[in-house]
Protein backbone atom coordinates (compact mmCIF):
# COMPACT_ATOMS: atom_id res chain seq x y z
CA UNK A 1 0.00 0.00 0.00
CA UNK A 2 1.14 3.51 -1.22
CA UNK A 3 0.14 6.41 0.66
CA UNK A 4 0.29 9.75 -0.31
CA UNK A 5 -0.46 12.55 2.41
CA UNK A 6 -1.25 16.07 1.29
CA UNK A 7 -2.63 19.53 2.46
CA UNK A 8 -0.50 20.66 5.16
CA UNK A 9 0.64 24.29 4.88
CA UNK A 10 0.99 27.76 6.67
CA UNK A 11 -1.94 28.88 9.10
CA UNK A 12 -2.52 31.23 12.17
CA UNK A 13 -3.25 30.28 15.30
CA UNK A 14 -6.88 29.64 15.39
CA UNK A 15 -7.17 28.58 12.24
CA UNK A 16 -8.45 25.37 9.92
CA UNK A 17 -6.95 23.34 7.87
CA UNK A 18 -8.21 19.61 6.36
CA UNK A 19 -5.08 16.99 5.70
CA UNK A 20 -5.64 14.59 3.07
CA UNK A 21 -4.18 10.72 2.52
CA UNK A 22 -4.37 8.92 -0.38
CA UNK A 23 -3.71 5.39 -1.13
CA UNK A 24 -2.99 3.11 -3.69
CA UNK A 25 -1.91 -0.34 -4.23
CA UNK A 26 -3.65 -2.10 -2.47
CA UNK A 27 -7.35 -2.61 -0.35
CA UNK A 28 -7.86 0.19 0.87
CA UNK A 29 -11.43 -0.90 2.98
CA UNK A 30 -9.13 -3.52 4.68
CA UNK A 31 -7.29 -1.02 7.24
CA UNK A 32 -7.42 1.27 9.63
CA UNK A 33 -6.32 4.43 8.84
CA UNK A 34 -4.01 7.04 11.25
CA UNK A 35 -2.94 9.95 11.52
CA UNK A 36 0.52 10.90 13.75
CA UNK A 37 2.56 14.09 14.07
CA UNK A 38 6.59 14.60 14.97
CA UNK A 39 7.70 18.16 16.24
CA UNK A 40 11.39 18.92 15.78
CA UNK A 41 13.32 16.94 18.61
CA UNK A 42 10.29 15.29 19.36
CA UNK A 43 9.02 11.18 19.19
CA UNK A 44 6.65 10.41 16.49
CA UNK A 45 3.18 10.92 18.26
CA UNK A 46 -0.06 8.97 17.38
CA UNK A 47 -3.12 11.36 16.78
CA UNK A 48 -6.32 9.33 15.90
CA UNK A 49 -6.94 6.52 13.71
CA UNK A 50 -10.58 5.29 12.68
CA UNK A 51 -11.99 1.26 11.83
CA UNK A 52 -11.53 0.16 8.22
CA UNK A 53 -15.53 0.95 7.93
CA UNK A 54 -15.39 4.10 9.49
CA UNK A 55 -17.48 3.44 12.42
CA UNK A 56 -15.22 3.83 15.18
CA UNK A 57 -12.36 6.48 15.88
CA UNK A 58 -10.01 7.45 18.31
CA UNK A 59 -7.92 10.09 19.83
CA UNK A 60 -5.30 11.42 21.16
CA UNK A 61 -5.80 13.95 23.63
CA UNK A 62 -4.00 16.10 22.72
CA UNK A 63 -6.41 17.00 19.92
CA UNK A 64 -9.72 15.25 21.06
CA UNK A 65 -12.59 18.48 20.12
CA UNK A 66 -10.45 19.72 17.82
CA UNK A 67 -9.24 17.17 15.03
CA UNK A 68 -11.43 15.28 12.99
CA UNK A 69 -10.64 11.98 11.19
CA UNK A 70 -13.23 10.87 8.80
CA UNK A 71 -12.56 8.48 5.50
CA UNK A 72 -13.81 7.87 2.21
CA UNK A 73 -13.76 4.69 0.92
CA UNK A 74 -14.91 5.05 -2.68
CA UNK A 75 -12.18 7.11 -3.07
CA UNK A 76 -9.73 5.45 -1.54
CA UNK A 77 -8.92 8.51 1.04
CA UNK A 78 -8.33 8.83 4.70
CA UNK A 79 -8.42 12.71 5.76
CA UNK A 80 -7.41 14.82 9.09
CA UNK A 81 -9.84 18.11 9.79
CA UNK A 82 -7.55 20.13 12.11
CA UNK A 83 -9.74 22.83 13.84
CA UNK A 84 -8.59 25.42 16.37
CA UNK A 85 -4.62 24.95 15.56
CA UNK A 86 -2.21 26.19 17.56
CA UNK A 87 1.54 26.87 17.55
CA UNK A 88 2.05 23.80 18.94
CA UNK A 89 0.36 21.46 16.54
CA UNK A 90 3.41 22.56 14.62
CA UNK A 91 4.82 19.32 12.77
CA UNK A 92 5.23 17.11 10.33
CA UNK A 93 2.08 14.84 9.95
CA UNK A 94 2.24 11.54 8.17
CA UNK A 95 -0.66 9.14 7.44
CA UNK A 96 -0.57 5.74 8.36
CA UNK A 97 -2.73 2.16 7.38
CA UNK A 98 -2.85 -1.12 9.36
CA UNK A 99 -4.50 -3.87 9.28
CA UNK A 100 -5.45 -3.87 12.72
CA UNK A 101 -7.72 -2.12 14.76
CA UNK A 102 -8.12 1.82 14.74
CA UNK A 103 -7.75 1.57 18.70
CA UNK A 104 -3.81 -0.38 18.39
CA UNK A 105 -2.81 1.83 16.26
CA UNK A 106 -2.31 4.24 19.11
CA UNK A 107 -0.27 2.09 21.20
CA UNK A 108 2.99 3.52 22.00
CA UNK A 109 5.47 1.01 19.88
CA UNK A 110 3.67 -0.68 17.75
CA UNK A 111 4.65 -1.19 14.48
CA UNK A 112 2.68 0.09 11.77
CA UNK A 113 2.13 -2.05 8.58
CA UNK A 114 2.34 1.19 6.35
CA UNK A 115 3.08 5.01 6.20
CA UNK A 116 3.00 8.31 3.86
CA UNK A 117 5.25 10.71 3.55
CA UNK A 118 4.91 13.43 6.04
CA UNK A 119 3.15 16.67 5.08
CA UNK A 120 4.44 19.83 7.09
CA UNK A 121 1.65 21.71 9.35
CA UNK A 122 2.90 24.77 10.89
CA UNK A 123 1.03 27.06 12.73
CA UNK A 124 1.99 30.47 13.52
CA UNK A 125 0.88 33.42 16.51
Known amino acids: VQLQASGGGLVQAGGSLRLSCAAS????????MGWFRQAPGKEREFLAAISWRGGNSVYSDSVKGRFTISRDNAKNTAYLQMNSLKPEDTAVYYCAADAATAQTMGVPGRRIDYWGQGTQVTVSS
Open 25 to 32: GGTFSRYA
